[in-house]
C-alpha cells in the first residue's frame, strides 16, 4: 500500500511539473526598434505566423550560408542586427535575384549605385557576388545611419535613396521615419520597406515565443553555426581563362566553382587585367600547378 501511494505522488507530483512547464512561454525578445506593434506590422507578422509560415522557414533556411555571413559581419562591425533579414527582403537571399527595374543580387543593387563600393563592367558585376555585394551593402547603410542618425531612416533610404530621403526629411520638418511614411512624404514602396523588415526579424527572432518553428542558424547553446561560408583562397590571373575549363582541368563540381565567381557574368576572366580567382580552401597551389600548365601566368595572394 505505501508503495502503491508513493508511485501514485511521484505520477502526480510529475504531472503536476509538466503542466507547469507546458505553461511557460519564451521570453519575448526586443528587437530595440520603434514601431513593432503598428498594424502594418502586425499584419504583415500575423501573414508570417499563419499562411506564409512555410515560405518564411524555407527562404530562412535556404539562405541560411548568407544570413551567418551577414551575421558575423554585423556583430563586426556592430550594426543592428535585424539587418540580417533585410536581403530576405530584398531577393528572398537569392544571389542571382534580378528585379523588372535591374536591381541586382543578393542586395538588390541599382547598376548606377555601385560606383566606390562594387565593380561593374562588361566582364564583372560584382553585384552578384554574395560576399563582395554584403561588404558594399553594409557599408551603404552604414553610411546612411551616420548621414541621418536614425536606423529605420537609414534602412528606408537604403530603398528609395538617400537623396529622397533628404528631401522628405526637410519637407516633413521631421526625421522620424513612421511620421515620413503614415503622412505621404516617402514612396509607398519605402514605407512598405521597413515594417516587412521588422515582421520578418519579429518572427524570426521570436519564433518560440510565437510558438513556431523557424530556423536560426544556431546551435543548442545559442551560439552562431560555425560554417566556411565566404571563407576561400584566391590565386591572381593576369589573361583571360575559362571558369569551365579551369573547373574541368581541376576535376571540381563546375556549379560550385561557377557560383564562387559568380561576378564572372561571361564565366572567364578579364583579359589583359588582375584579376582574383576565388578557390576552394587548400586548392591554391594546385591551381597554380594546374594555370601554369595551361600556360596561364598566375600568382597567389600572400
Same mark, same amino acid.
Not at 35 to 52: E, F
Not at 205 to 212: R, T
Given at each position: ?13 510529475? +504531472?503536476?511539473?509538466?503542466?507547469? +512547464? ?7 525578445? =526586443?528587437?530595440? +526598434? ?6 502594418? !506590422? ?19 533556411? @535556404? $539562405? ?7 551575421? =558575423? ?5 556592430? &550594426?543592428?542586427?535585424?539587418? %540580417? ?57 552604414? @553610411?546612411?545611419?551616420? &548621414? ?14 538617400? $537623396? #529622397?530621403?533628404?528631401? #522628405? ?17 516617402? /514612396?509607398?514602396?519605402? /514605407?512598405?520597406? !521597413? ?5 520578418? #526579424? @519579429?518572427?524570426? %527572432? =521570436? ?14 547553446? $545559442? ?13 591572381? !590571373? ?9 573547373? /574541368? ?6 556549379? &560550385? ?9 561571361? $564565366? ?33 595572394? =600572400?
Amino acid at each position: 500500500m505505501f508503495k502503491l501511494k508513493k508511485r501514485l505522488f511521484i505520477s502526480l507530483f510529475l +504531472f503536476a511539473c509538466s503542466l507547469s +512547464f507546458s505553461e511557460i512561454t519564451a521570453e519575448y525578445k =526586443n528587437l530595440g +526598434f520603434s514601431g513593432i506593434n503598428k498594424p502594418q !506590422v502586425a499584419q504583415l507578422r500575423k501573414k508570417y505566423l499563419t499562411s506564409h509560415k512555410d515560405w518564411l522557414y524555407n527562404v530562412l533556411d @535556404d $539562405g541560411e550560408c548568407y544570413r551567418i555571413y551577414i551575421r =558575423n559581419e554585423l556583430e563586426k562591425r556592430k &550594426m543592428p542586427a535585424i539587418l %540580417e533579414y533585410l536581403p530576405l527582403v530584398e531577393s528572398n537571399y537569392n544571389p542571382y535575384a534580378k528585379s523588372r527595374s535591374g536591381a541586382t543580387g543578393l542586395w538588390q543593387f541599382m547598376s548606377n549605385s555601385v560606383q566606390g563600393l562594387l565593380t561593374y563592367n562588361e566582364y564583372v558585376d560584382e553585384r552578384l557576388d554574395p560576399w563582395k555585394s554584403t561588404h558594399a551593402a553594409l557599408t551603404k547603410l552604414n @553610411d546612411n545611419y551616420k &548621414m541621418f542618425g536614425d536606423w529605420l531612416i537609414a534602412i528606408a533610404a537604403y530603398n528609395c535613396g538617400a $537623396g #529622397a530621403m533628404k528631401k #522628405a526629411i526637410k519637407k516633413a520638418g521631421k526625421k522620424d521615419f513612421w511620421y515620413l511614411s503614415e503622412h505621404g512624404y516617402i /514612396s509607398e514602396q519605402a /514605407s512598405s520597406y !521597413v515594417p516587412k523588415l521588422l515582421a520578418v #526579424a @519579429d518572427v524570426a %527572432e =521570436n519564433a518560440e515565443y510565437y510558438g513556431v518553428k523557424m530556423p536560426t542558424a544556431r546551435a543548442w547553446n $545559442g551560439k552562431t553555426l560555425e560554417t566556411r561560408a565566404g571563407i576561400y583562397e584566391y590565386v591572381y !590571373v593576369k589573361s583571360s581563362i575559362s571558369l569551365r575549363r579551369l573547373a /574541368s582541368e581541376l576535376r571540381i563540381d563546375e556549379k &560550385m566553382f561557377l557560383d564562387m565567381n559568380s561576378a564572372l557574368v561571361k $564565366g572567364v576572366t578579364p583579359p589583359n587585367k588582375q584579376y582574383a580567382i576565388r578557390v576552394p580552401e587548400g586548392m591554391k597551389d594546385f591551381v597554380l600547378y594546374t594555370l601554369n600548365e595551361l600556360g596561364v601566368f598566375a600568382i597567389k595572394q =600572400n
